[in-house]
């Protein structure tokens, strides 16, 4: 699905994005899939209007990082809304169980807490194809939901 196919995707009924500013806190673990959700997004913020002077990128090593990384860019205050960009490979070991409860419950924390919206664009799966079929494939591009979601949260 492209983000033409989102479901609830209309360009004309987007919020007003022009003149408002995203962070998106990417994790570089996983690069290949991270950097297709980091481009979907960066797309489809820019088709609704935002310039792409105000997108600004933040790379941490890893899933778990983007909470403190998130934390320090929504305390800014600088940004509308933070897209934090990950992707956890389910692996032989509880590993994967434990990083992906700690990431989605560090970014509900800086949402329950926090003044700037941080939008969860994290793939937790099974394999490397289905990471694929998200990230841009078959699936659509998870980073185009999460920048859907931003804008709209950036006008809450």
């Known amino acids: 699905m492209s983000s033409a196919n989102h479901p609830s995707y ?3 009924k987007l919020p007003v994005s022009k003149g408002k500013r995203f962070a998106l806190v990417v994790s570089e673990w996983n690069e290949k899939i991270t950097k297709s959700l980091q481009e979907g997004a960066k797309k489809l913020l820019i088709e609704a209007g935002v310039n792409s002077k105000d997108i600004e990128d933040f790379f941490v090593p890893g899933s778990f990082e983007l909470i403190h990384g998130c934390k320090i860019v929504s305390e800014s205050l600088e940004f509308d809304a933070v897209i934090a960009i990950g992707s956890l490979i389910r692996g032989e070991t509880d590993h994967f169980e434990f990083v992906a409860q700690a990431v989605a419950n560090g970014i509900a924390d800086l949402n329950a807490n926090g003044k700037t919206p941080v ?38």
């Open 10 to 12: 209309d360009i004309n």
């Open 119 to 156: 939008i969860f664009c994290v793939l937790t799966d099974d394999d490397i194809q289905q990471s694929i079929d998200r990230s841009g494939g078959q699936y659509g591009n998870k980073g185009t939901e999460a920048a859907i979601a931003a804008i709209k949260m950036s006008n809450f």
